[in-house]
């Protein structure tokens, strides 16, 4: 069964002028994880809001386990958990303030709302910093709160809009960590990343988005595959890049990317690929400055779903159409 | 309904906790009407002749007492601005609460705290001479109108804060708004002094008729005003009364239709 359906959603911000979502849809097959993939400004949070009733869409439908989500937004928001980008909770007061607040909104009672708020911060390790004010918290207990605060209530359904952005590697760890015991538990996941080793980590199956609209999805495997899995990347001096281009051309059997003095293609033979790439660069006479295998990243994901790298903002302004509705 | 009311609460009882986690805020918006009071009756007070018993005090206090609470819309606008920016009123329309909790539940909290201003400004007015003599009804019944006035214009407030978004833009903007409104009135001098056209604009601007509604309740003849004869000085309680019902049926359901559809 689908927990979470999107049907050619439309959404225009500024009149028309920017489009955030361009016919996107997508489903999230219940009891599993859906990873959003895509750079900054491609439609995830969009996406995310839309299916948390934060947003209308221009067009196009969406239903959250089973109910639509613009006829009966009050509905939908019993039985979801959201978790967003920036840590919404209130920052002056306490971790045990905010849990106990969120639970009386959840309209649990005032003893059920302490019992809960207890369990969960034990349950994410935050028991000691309870009493402080969230300000006081680093950026992974921040993020372990805010995650806490939309578990209150067993969600059906739980959206993470960029858990770990920001986070050093090990607040990403624990809350890799966090998330992947929620998912035991049961609960339909939908995660927007900006990693594809987030995505890798964390996701049964990921959708690939730019500029507003699905471009890919398939299992974490099936789209390295498409990618080539991991990345040989040499860098030599300016003289040799030609000639080092047709030998990865030849290695890779991929297209070869150019970055100055850097030629890089994906692979999917690992370091079989390293060892015929050295031995054809030795025969050439080329010295490498610089060789390696790179586990591949969004902008491989992108250059070879896309043909172009993944930009910042993708948002294109459409020509507004103006004096006509 | 009875779980609207019950999240309101939920959202006032988060505002107390903040103002217990940082006592500053309560701290300094008691001293800054207190330091009005001081500074108008000390500094102005002696060269002011009011021509009645009891000095520039008893005219002062109705004035201080409508200008802070009419100050209080630049807090709540601010602190709703806030909010938004920091995500938190998305998570809270993320939540399966009514619509109107929100902002209902802020409006609360700033009544609250405009109890206990007024509260400490009548005591510091006591200690500097104020003394009103018509009663304890009547002076009770003038505190329920500036707390009134106070609840009306914090719906202002609230819609101001979820149109403009960014809380230092606010509190500029509510400078801009507020100190035009309560000096361009009746609250610290005579209206008679402005240029005519003016007068007309501080009679009918509802600072001074709350203004002159309080002096008249406090047992005071409203010499400040009433120069223009205008219809709201001569019936100060009246416009009182009217302009708080017509602020809040104005202000009350297009704050909550902006809650609902904002962020679109």
Redesign the interface.
Known sequence: MKTVVAEHLVKSYRNGEVKALNDLSLDVEEGTVLGVLGPNGSGKTTTV?IL?????PDSGSANVAGIDVSKHP?KV??V?G?S?Q?????????GW?NLV??S????LGRQQSINRAKELLERFDLTEAARR?IKTYSGGMRRRLDLA?SLIVKPKVLFLDEPTTGLDPRGRQDMWGVIQELVTGGVTVLLTTQYLEEADQLADEIAVIDRGTVIARGTSDALKKQVGGERLEITVESADVEKTKAIVAQVSGNPTHVDARTVSAPVSTGSQALIQALRALDEAAIHPLDIALKRPSLDDVFLALTGHIAEETVIEPVKAKRGRK | MK?AI??AL?IT??QL??LA??PEVLIFSTIQPVMFVLLFRFVFGGSIDTGQPGGYVQLLMPGIFVQTVAFTLASTASGLAEDMK???I????????SRGAVVIGRTFGDALLNILVLVVMALAGFAVGWRPTSGVLKISLAFIFLFAFGYALSWIGIYVGLVVKEARTVQAAGFLVTFPLTFLSNAFAPTTGMPRALQYVAEWNPVSSMVAACRQLFGMKNEFGATANSWPSQHPLETSLLYMVLLMAIFIPLSIRKYKNT??
Not at chain 1, 52 to 56: G, I, Y
């Open positions: 809001r948390a009733t934060l947003l209308k009050e928001r019993e979801i959201l967003g920036y840590a919404a909770v209130d920052e002056t007061l306490t303030d607040m969120f009386r909104l959840y309209h004010p605060a | 779980d019950s999240d939920v009882k988060r906790l903040q986690r940082i920091k995500g938190l998305d998570r809270f329309r993320s939540l399966p609460i962020s679109n």
